[in-house]
Nanobody, 114 residues
């Protein structure tokens, strides 16, 4: 398995979750790692990315609430989700990119309830 995401679940609005994505070493160390999400009936969208040097980028909808980080020793990327809203409900996918190569994990479901 090249990308294994975990950490999704059911959480009340305002709550927090931390997603993890363990990657194979070959597609982690030099790659741009990211999280995307797909809500029911919507297209997949970018949530956040982090470069191999730690530069981060966030979608406007999650800025100030979500934090992406990477732990190079464990080939793992994290997404801390705080102040969750109903509209954050989606399947969250881990992504790895380098050049024209791109890899996807299987997704982990985050459900935010009122």
């Amino acid at each position: 398995v090249q990308l294994q995401a975990s950490g999704g679940g059911l959480v009340q609005a305002g709550g927090s979750l931390r997603l993890s994505c363990a990657a194979s070493a070959a597609i982690f160390s030099r790659n741009l790692m990211g999280w995307y999400r797909q809500a029911p009936g919507k297209q997949r969208e970018l949530v956040a990315t982090i470069s191999n040097s730690g530069i981060t980028n966030y979608a406007d909808a999650v800025k100030g609430r979500f934090t992406i980080s990477r732990e190079n020793a464990k080939n793992t990327v994290y997404l801390q989700l705080n102040s969750l809203k109903l509209e954050d409900t989606a399947i969250y996918y881990c992504n790895s990119k380098i050049g024209i190569l791109e890899f996807w994990g299987q997704g982990t479901l985050v459900t935010v309830s009122s």
